[in-house]
């Protein structure tokens, strides 16, 4: 049982180039989450899922897409890096809609654009 | 401002010493959540409250509905216990968590 496997770890980008950061988790958990934590900040939603082909945007959606095709992947898209995106990444999951649930987090992507 | 405020922003104590971590919230919640995370780690969920109290090891923590706050105590702290603590809450409508900024505790030996 791997958890939350998230990749890459690091990641170095130069302004206007794209990248994907993967996410998956094998404990077939319905919510999917992404999160970016900055300096003096608490970590802020980025994007959600709470299932398969379902999506919605969180507190900070702009310049990041999301799909959900399968319950196991939730990938977090930037189509054109800015220096304001550099921050580490997080990818978590739970279970949806029962009240005793436990969050788990993925190792975290810390990401630099240049 | 935040609906999810934690004090202290940081706090260091001496091996042994007992520490509080404070979690208050302007929202209806249906969960609360403690979470740790080490210098350059990742984030690992400590509790999950909805009411009361819960214990595991030298962790206790609290949650009153009403006035809307959590705590958070670590008992005989130990340098290892030195990490980033994060109240996380679920309102009771809506799937979207709201983090607190976080505490930041060292534990001297």
């Known amino acids: 049982n791997a958890g939350v496997t998230q990749t890459p770890k690091f990641q170095v980008l130069k302004t206007g180039q794209s990248m994907t950061l993967q996410c998956a988790q094998d404990m077939n958990h319905e919510y999917m989450s992404w999160y970016r934590q900055d300096p003096g900040m608490g970590l802020r939603l980025i994007h959600y899922s709470v299932g398969a082909g379902i999506t919605d945007q969180g507190e900070v959606p702009n310049g990041y897409n999301v799909s959900r095709s399968t319950t196991e992947d939730f990938p977090l898209r930037l189509l054109s890096a800015a220096p304001s995106q550099t921050s580490v990444y997080f990818c978590a999951s739970s279970y949806s809609g029962q009240k005793n649930e436990k969050l788990f987090f993925g190792s975290g992507t810390q990401l630099s654009v240049l | 401002k935040n609906e999810v405020e934690q004090s202290p922003q940081n706090l260091t104590a001496q091996e042994g010493e007992f520490i509080t971590i404070n979690c208050s919230y302007s929202v209806g919640i249906s969960a609360l959540h403690w979470l740790q995370q080490h210098p350059g780690g990742g984030i690992v969920s400590l509790f999950m409250?909805?009411?009361g109290k819960k214990k595991h090891g030298r962790l206790i923590a609290t949650i009153n509905i009403q006035e809307k706050h959590s705590s958070l105590h670590i008992t005989a702290s130990h340098p290892r216990d030195s990490a980033v603590y994060i109240c996380?809450?679920?309102?009771?409508?809506?799937?979207?968590?709201?983090f607190g900024g976080g505490t930041r505790v060292l534990v001297k030996p």
């Open positions: 996380a809450v679920r309102p009771a409508a809506g799937n979207k968590l709201t």
């Open positions: 409250l909805s009411s």
